[in-house]
């Protein structure tokens, strides 16, 4: 899914370039994560972050902003992760009933 | 449950945090059983991280803001600012990361509160920005807009409103008045918080007296007390205007010439 062109490109290139001072990459890396961020939406990129061909490492730092994001409630991680989540919470409260 | 829950989302967001930054989650836990985990990225000196460590959690800040701000725009493709709670989630997202410098942007909105432009209008040192009225008067004219919010980040952490704050704010009521453009808000973020005048009733009556065009200084160091800024919180009532001493605007034709203030 292409974005709309009317939200603005530098926002898309400001987000990737943040992403690119974090994780310490080259520029090609920035420009491949501002590509698929437009591509797919902010939260979508993140939602299908295994779907792209991202190096090992810049996966496990996207996944460290994924988890981040996650934590303060955004929904960014895929259905069946969130399923895995739910499930092991809701064993664990389910063990301690007993 | 919702414990459980809770624990889950703290220690995914502990995870993300220690690989992007470096602290450790020992650390990081230790922080979060007697405080709220999240102040570690609005406060993030209070686990005393390292040079590196706190410019990676600025820098995550940030990003987080744009994230906040994609998020928004590509959910409507249009942004409605039609309450303070949402103007001031709004100025966050684009204010909420710069410590170093002070900036001042505004809104220009239509008729229903949505955005038509969003500038930046003045950006300055770390404690100071100088605004100029004419320069967002003819940022309004030329996008036809019916309203305007404005707002201004304090680099220094202070949400209370300085004198140049109320001052500029005062100024430009009175400045758009006339021409049927309301100054419906004034946004003050601070970190990743934000004080609203409007929220506060604190969004001045036009006064013929306040109009003029010189350039503001703001600065966050001299702040006043909400007892003491004298804003006449309410409503625009025309009656309260003595239109005959405001200087009117042509609609059509000339513009230019209009602007030899």
């Known amino acids: ?98 | 449950m919702k414990k459980k829950y809770d624990e889950a989302y703290a220690s995914s967001f502990i995870k993300g945090l220690t690989r992007l930054t470096g602290i450790s989650e020992s650390k990081l836990k230790k922080y979060a059983a007697e405080n709220n985990l999240f102040n570690v990225l609005e406060h993030p000196n209070i686990i005393e991280p390292n040079k590196q460590q706190l410019e990676k959690i600025h820098v995550l800040n940030e990003f987080i803001s744009t994230y906040k701000l994609l998020k928004l725009q590509e959910k409507e493709n249009k942004i409605v600012l039609n309450s303070s709670t949402v103007a001031g989630e709004y100025f966050v997202s684009l204010l909420g990361g710069i410590k170093d410098k002070e900036k001042f942007m505004a809104a220009f909105l239509d008729s229903g509160n949505n955005i038509i432009e969003t500038r930046t209008l003045s950006e300055g040192s770390i404690g100071e920005a100088v605004v100029y009225p004419r320069m967002i008067l003819k940022a309004a004219l030329d996008c036809d807009c019916k309203s305007i919010i404005l707002a201004h980040n304090h680099p220094g952490g202070s949400l209370n409103p300085s004198i140049q704050d109320r001052d500029i704010t005062e100024k430009l009521v009175s400045i758009f008045a006339p021409l049927q453009i309301s100054v419906i808000d004034h946004i003050i973020v601070a970190n990743i918080n934000y004080y609203s005048m409007a929220e506060k009733g604190n969004i001045p009556l036009p006064s013929p007296k306040s109009i003029s065009y010189d350039a503001v200084p703001l600065s966050d160091g001299k702040i006043v007390g909400e007892e003491t800024m004298g804003f006449n919180a309410g409503t625009l009532d025309k009656d309260d205007l003595d239109m005959d001493s405001m200087y009117f605007f042509e609609q059509d034709g000339e513009e230019e010439e209009e602007w030899q203030i």
């Open chain 1, 1 to 98: 899914m292409l974005q709309d062109k009317t939200i603005k490109q530098k926002d898309y290139e400001r987000a990737s370039q943040l992403l690119g001072r974090l994780f310490e990459v080259d520029s090609d890396i920035t420009e491949q994560i501002s590509r698929c961020i437009q591509y797919n939406g902010a939260e979508a990129f993140f939602k299908n972050l295994e779907s792209f061909y991202f190096s090992a490492d810049v996966f496990e730092k996207l996944d460290a902003v994924r988890l981040v994001l996650f934590g303060m409630g955004e929904e960014v991680m895929p259905e069946l992760l969130t399923d895995e989540i739910r499930t092991q919470i809701d064993s664990t409260e389910g063990g301690a009933e007993q």
